[in-house]
């Protein structure tokens, strides 16, 4: 039986796509069906790992968990790392395959379309439903011969359209008019109808505009989704401007280094939700201030970052305050980049030098081709500073890096692993200095440990004289995730057409349960 089908592409970027299409598989799943995510190209620093090690784009893991499935890496078949403006690293079913710029890619196409095909036909055997995303707009004319994430993989996978529009940019009208003006016929027919997003103000205001779009079209608007931020959905690959903009004053503040090659930022999601706690990125430009913690955080290019650094002057203003007792922590590159010495002799991502790093922790870190993509489980083995609250504590994440660090004398590892891709194993991660005050981990999403993050929380929180927070009826990262992923639905199911949704795809709302769709679909 071939899942049915319904795609969400944009009139251009950071309209809203991600999180309707996570918004729309929370839906189907109430609703009793079993749903896929999909997205054939995603272009993203922001990754996941699998539960068989394949990376993927972390917009389709958030898709999936609103799902209610696990992702796999036929829900992005192809995803596409940064390294430079015209160089990515290319990753194919969740592993990479090398390093191309985007001509050299370009001339992969056809053997793109393979790849794309061969996960649709997977999906298409296991899922009722299948949600496709685009990328960008469908409109841009200079890549129409390359494209392989919106119509391409509409056509292909042979899925109704649903255009969606950012109201709060201002243009709306203007980039839905000429979106259909720069689309072919076989194009504009596949749209089906049309979603307003982001909107804020008097409704009645906006009737006049929805009908001559309705007019000049001939495609129904199918909803005005408000604009919301009392919830927040994990974001695709760029950090929105009120999040880097956050200038509230809470009791204590924690500084994350905006590198130029941030990965992964999603891993401090869960300390932005922290009552009474400041975290700012801190851009090129900005002063780095004197806050409670410092974190560095996971880069694509490492070295170039820690260059950054030093010639940004945040390197030692990072020493500095280090020495007066900050606490400073690094994620995956950002560990890297506190150790002693960095050595790329594969060419990695130099020409085959030795860097300095920071010299906080006596670790030393070498580049090698083999790129680690893992779920790991663990324990917290160390007992400085604030980690004694935690002994035997439990932690899991995930791992996406390619270097081996070895550790020196005066740091003592993090974590023991004790399972990894649901194999028992025996080994160590992350760095930890004798005062307790610098560590450093390969484990991305380790804030998302409860126990972890609070214990971190009130650590700092002690070091400046405050009281404690009482954490037991806070609810649980993956708890506050999940009635994110609720509220988003019932947002979108209060103001968009669900059963026209069903029409455009030609399924029976099968909200009454599975069984009664099956009935329906027999009938």
């Known amino acids: 039986m071939m899942a049915n089908k319904i795609m969400f592409q944009g009139t251009g970027s950071d309209v809203g796509k991600s999180v309707l299409t996570a918004a729309f598989c929370r839906i189907f799943a109430q609703d009793g069906h079993k749903v896929a995510p999909f997205k054939s190209q995603n272009m993203a620093l922001n990754s996941y790992v699998t539960k068989k090690g394949g990376e993927i784009g972390r917009a ?18 192809i995803l596409l790392k940064p390294k430079e403006d015209t160089v990515s690293q290319v990753i194919i079913h969740g592993r990479p395959k090398k390093n191309m710029s985007a001509q050299e890619y370009f001339n992969h196409y056809s053997e793109s379309l393979v790849y794309i095909k061969e996960s649709l036909d997977r999906l298409n055997n296991d899922y009722d439903i299948i949600t496709l995303e685009g990328a ?7 890549l129409r011969d390359y494209d392989l994430v919106n119509m391409k993989a509409a056509e292909l996978a042979d899925a109704p359209v649903i ?22 016929e076989d194009e504009v027919n596949r749209i089906k109808g049309i979603i307003i997003n982001k909107f804020r103000g008097d409704i009645n205001r906006l009737e006049s505009g929805l009908e001559f779009i309705e007019d000049y079209t001939g495609v129904p608007v199918l909803g005005v989704v408000p604009y919301f931020d009392d919830f927040k959905i994990p974001e695709e690959d ?28 999603t891993d401090f999601t869960p300390l932005e939700d922290e009552p009474q706690t400041t975290v700012r990125y801190v851009r090129a430009g900005e002063s780095l201030g004197n806050p409670d913690a410092i974190i560095i955080p996971g880069s694509k290019n490492t070295i170039e970052d820690l260059e950054y650094l030093r010639k940004a002057g945040y390197a030692e203003k990072i020493k500095r305050l280090a020495k007066r007792g900050t606490q400073v922590i690094g994620i995956c590159g950002g560990y890297q980049m506190l150790g002693k010495r960095l050595a790329d002799p594969h060419k990695m991502e130099t020409i085959g030098k030795v860097v300095q790093g920071l010299d906080l922790l006596n670790i030393n870190t070498i580049f090698n081709p083999t790129k680690v993509t893992t779920q790991v489980t663990g ?38 692993i004790k399972n990894q891709m649901n194999q028992e194993v025996s080994r160590l991660d992350g760095a930890v200095s004798s005062d307790g005050q610098i560590f ?7 804030f998302d440990n409860d126990d972890f993050r ?30 994110a992923y609720e509220k988003l639905a019932e947002v979108v199911r209060n103001n968009v057409d669900i059963k026209m949704v069903y029409e455009i795809m030609n399924l029976n709302n099968c909200k009454e349960g599975l069984d009664s769709c099956l009935i329906n679909l027999l009938l």
Do not use: C, W
């Open 163 to 184: 255009l969606v529009a950012d109201i709060d940019k201002g243009g709306v009208f203007a980039s839905i008019v000429g979106t259909f003006k720069l689309l072919n």
């Open 238 to 265: 760029s950090i929105p401007s009120q999040r880097l903009n956050n200038r509230t004053e809470g009791e204590i503040e924690i500084a994350i280094v905006y590198l130029p090659h941030i990965s992964n930022f």
């Open 454 to 483: 609070n214990s971190f929380i009130n650590h700092l929180r002690k070091k400046k004289g405050l009281s404690e927070i009482d954490f037991s009826q806070q609810l649980s990262t993956s708890q506050k995730r999940e009635d």
């Open 136 to 142: 960008g707009s469908p409109a841009e004319v200079n």
């Open 379 to 416: 324990n917290i083995i160390n007992q400085r500073g604030f980690l004694g609250n935690l002994a035997t504590e439990k932690v899991s994440g995930y791992e996406i890096h390619m270097g081996d660090t070895e550790l020196g004398e005066q740091v003592e590892p993090l974590i023991e």
């Open 60 to 77: 389709q893991a958030v898709q999936a968990e609103a799902s209610q499935m696990e992702a796999t890496v036929d829900m992005n078949p």
């Open 440 to 446: 450093g981990t390969y484990l991305h999403g380790i």
